[in-house]
């Protein structure tokens, strides 16, 4: 592989650098895009901010008209006992107590009034909130239509009526001051009423984004997400169908691509806080986009059809030793595959096939001999008093036991047979078409060389000797565990008759 990078050390060097400039290609576009993003975001808030500001100067217009100012001024200035402006059907429009307004008057000296019972810009004596007052419902006309009401009472628990003429004259006195008062607050109302009804938010609005450039919309949202004043009067009153807005965000509307900035803006007269949403027309960042795009798609392009060139050359010449050195892996893999299927299916200590192993090789050779009406035959082999080998000389010793019985097992095989290691000092051979006549020979082969020679282990003699039970197929054989039980059944008949012999069930 080194020769091969030395061979075509200039065309890798030439597809590196193409793909290098690929991809300062595709980061110059991603950092370019950023940048217009960014840019856009930050006049986005710009714009956002100088309409809060124009906004905000509006209301700032508008507060010296207000009607509630007016009230609350008044009431504050002369400490009026009650001050509130009602529409002409009783609803409290504006009070010198914020928690009736909308509510509509219910006063026993209105009702009156309403009708007909009492007239309309005159004084009246009664007692409200346990207090003695003097009170006026006098009438504010627009265009001679009737269109409020201010409702006026005086604290005049300090003037005793029954004491003489000098508090009649006070009276009198604070009924002419009364009256001048409300005449000046007459013209006022009704030039802060011309004005209002003259002067509209959303008209403020449209008026500024036509005068503005790329402006497309602009929407005041009230707490609960509803349109409280926009640009497009269709708007007003809608509430917003996407909830949780982000900040800033491009948008598709009517596909046409919009930036969307929504920042936090004046208070309402209710101290309601309220958000400024604007639309800027994102055509020319779009525009900007696609060029971007377009310079890194094309370099993207070039680079590709050099790194394809290249690889076409590189490809060629390597094709040859990467299909020899896949053979080379593949032939390994399967060596490797080969050495741990015969792992996980031998026994560690003796070599010998493992229980796991013989038990799926007993049911392969029964099927078969059943299918093919062969002869089997099955061995099962048990060391005589192997505990004793164990707790005599150690455990050690009994592995150096299993392990040479194990051998010379193995050098009585024949070709077809299977050897395993079924627990602990049993040894099971599977011995296929095989009778049992000739199955009892090979055991007593086996036997005899288990006994033939002692096993020698650190300086010590141990002599050992094997009870073997045999079993054959017969017609009545439903599975191999059924042979199996009979093998080891004729194996506790050669522990019970002696040990160290052969016996057949």
Same mark, same amino acid.
């Given at each position: ?6 061979? *075509? ?21 991603? +950092? ?52 509130? *402006? ?27 009034? +309403? ?25 504010? *006309? ?151 795009? +377009? ?24 094709? !040859? ?112 078409? +095989? ?20 096993? !020698? ?49």
């Amino acid at each position: 592989m080194i020769s091969l990078v030395k061979k *075509y050390t200039v065309p890798i060097i030439l597809f590196s650098l193409v793909v290098g400039i690929a991809y300062l290609s595709y980061y110059n576009y991603k +950092t370019q895009k950023g940048l217009l993003l960014r840019q856009l975001h930050n006049n986005s808030l710009n714009v956002a901010s100088s309409v809060s500001s124009a906004i905000e100067r509006f209301h700032d217009i508008k507060s010296t008209i207000n009607l509630q100012k007016l009230v609350n001024d008044v009431s504050f200035r002369l400490e009026i006992f009650e001050f509130r *402006y009602l529409e002409p059907d009783g609803t409290i429009r504006n009070s010198m107590f914020k928690e009736e307004i909308g509510e509509v008057l219910s006063s026993k000296s209105f009702l009156e009034t +309403t009708k007909g019972k009492r007239k309309l810009n005159s004084f009246s004596f009664e007692v409200r909130d346990f207090v003695e007052v003097m009170s006026i419902y006098y009438p504010i *006309y627009l265009n001679e239509k009737l269109v409020g009401i201010i409702d006026l009472a005086v604290d005049i628990s300090e003037y005793n009526l029954q004491n003489g003429l000098q508090d009649n004259f006070s009276i009198l006195r604070r009924q002419v001051d009364i009256q001048n008062l409300l005449k000046s607050m007459d013209g006022s109302i009704t030039n802060s009423l011309a004005i209002l009804t003259k002067t509209n938010i959303n008209d403020f609005l449209r008026a500024y984004i036509e005068s503005a450039k790329n402006i497309v919309e602009v929407s005041i949202i009230d707490p609960q997400e509803n349109i409280y004043a926009s640009s497009d009067s269709k708007l007003v009153a809608t509430k917003l169908t996407n909830r949780n807005l982000p900040d800033s965000s491009m948008i598709e509307i009517e596909g046409k691509l919009r930036y969307r900035t929504i920042i936090d803006s004046h208070e309402h007269d209710n101290n309601e806080k309220m958000k400024l949403m604007l639309l800027i027309d994102a055509t020319t960042y779009l525009n900007h986009e696609n060029r971007l795009l +377009t310079t890194a798609t094309v370099t993207a392009a070039i680079a590709l059809l050099f790194a394809l060139f290249t690889s076409r050359l590189i490809y060629f010449s390597a094709l !040859e030793q990467s299909r020899s050195e896949k053979e080379r892996l593949e032939h390994l893999v399967k060596v490797r595959t080969r050495e741990i299927e015969l792992l996980s299916q031998t026994d560690s200590l003796t070599g010998l096939w493992n229980r796991r192993h013989l038990e799926e090789s007993l049911e392969s050779e029964f099927k078969r001999a059943k299918r093919y009406n062969k002869e089997l035959s099955i061995m099962i082999i048990d060391l005589d008093y192997f505990k004793n080998i164990n707790d005599t000389y150690g455990h050690m010793a009994g592995d150096e036991v299993l392990r040479e019985v194990s051998s010379r097992i193995k050098k009585c095989q024949r070709e077809t047979d299977f050897i395993g290691r079924y627990g602990g000092e049993e040894i099971v051979i599977i011995l296929p078409e +095989t009778d049992l006549h000739t199955a009892s020979k090979v055991a007593e082969t086996i036997r005899g060389t288990i006994e033939k020679e002692p096993v !020698e282990f650190e300086e010590e003699t141990i002599i050992i000797t094997a009870s073997i039970g045999i079993s054959s197929l017969r017609s009545e054989h439903e599975n191999y565990a059924t042979l199996f039980s009979e093998a080891d059944e004729a194996l506790y008949n050669a522990k019970k008759l002696g040990r160290n012999r052969v016996e057949v069930f």
